[in-house]
């Protein structure tokens, strides 16, 4: 019954590889996002979706493609992937009219070696 | 969004309160105080937020000044569980709003 769950948990993949990471929230919220926590812990948005529209994109390369099918799942697609793509990537949702009341994913450990 | 300022550590004893200070000198009328922790290898966890008033829930308070400079959050009895970094963030809440996480609190509870 978790409530923002993503996959997968962990992953080491080399240089130039593309993959994702799967998001997908039962709270029923509707606005959902992604962060990343680098090495030295500062956590940064990185994109929020709004049923399904893109509301924030930070400045992020545009190797980074996130894709939200229907409003509980938000996908995040990341193209030649590069040593300092290497972070923990945190999916969160927060509800309709909540603010930034955010409810955070377990995280996803991506490792570029 | 305005910016906040925290002390980089504190420790407190088991059971006793802990009392999280935080300065936003720039706050504007339409921002918000939230307070996220984040125990070790887990995802960020929503405390508490406010306006203006003093708030209080099953997790902690939240205590703002009257001129909104700063604020304290409080764990009335805090555990081992509680050691983690705390964030304190101040956001408006309009569509393309977002929260800014800065270095935040690292508050040790001691056995």
């Known amino acids: 019954d978790t409530a923002v769950s993503q996959t997968p948990k962990y992953l080491v993949t080399q240089m130039g590889n593309d993959k994702s990471i799967k998001c997908e929230q039962n709270l029923g919220h509707d606005t959902m996002y992604w962060y990343k926590q680098d090495s030295k812990k500062f956590l940064k948005i990185m994109f929020s979706?709004?049923?399904?529209?893109?509301?924030i994109n930070e400045t992020v390369p545009n190797r980074f493609s996130p894709k939200s099918p229907d409003k509980a799942h938000l996908n995040l697609h990341i193209n030649s992937l590069e040593l300092g793509d290497s972070a923990v990537y945190f999916c969160a949702s927060s509800p309709r009219g909540a603010g930034n009341t955010i409810y955070f994913g377990e995280g996803s450990w991506l490792t570029v070696v | 969004d305005a910016k906040t300022t925290q002390p980089p550590s504190m420790d407190c004893a088991e059971g006793r309160a802990a009392n999280l200070p935080c300065n936003h000198s720039?706050?504007?009328?339409?921002?918000?105080v939230y307070w996220y922790r984040q125990i070790h290898s887990q995802g960020p966890q929503y405390i508490i937020h406010?306006?203006?008033n003093n708030e209080t829930n099953e997790m902690a308070s939240l205590i703002i000044t009257e001129d909104r400079k700063s604020s304290t959050l409080i764990l009335p009895h805090a555990t081992l569980r509680d050691t983690a970094v705390y964030y304190c963030?101040?956001?408006?809440?309009?569509?393309?709003?977002?929260?800014?996480f800065g270095k935040g609190i690292t508050l040790s509870v001691r056995p």
């Open positions: 406010g306006l203006k």
């Open positions: 720039t706050i504007s009328g339409n921002e918000y």
């Open positions: 963030i101040v956001s408006s809440t309009g569509a393309n709003s977002k929260l800014t």
């Open positions: 979706y709004n049923n399904k529209e893109l509301i």
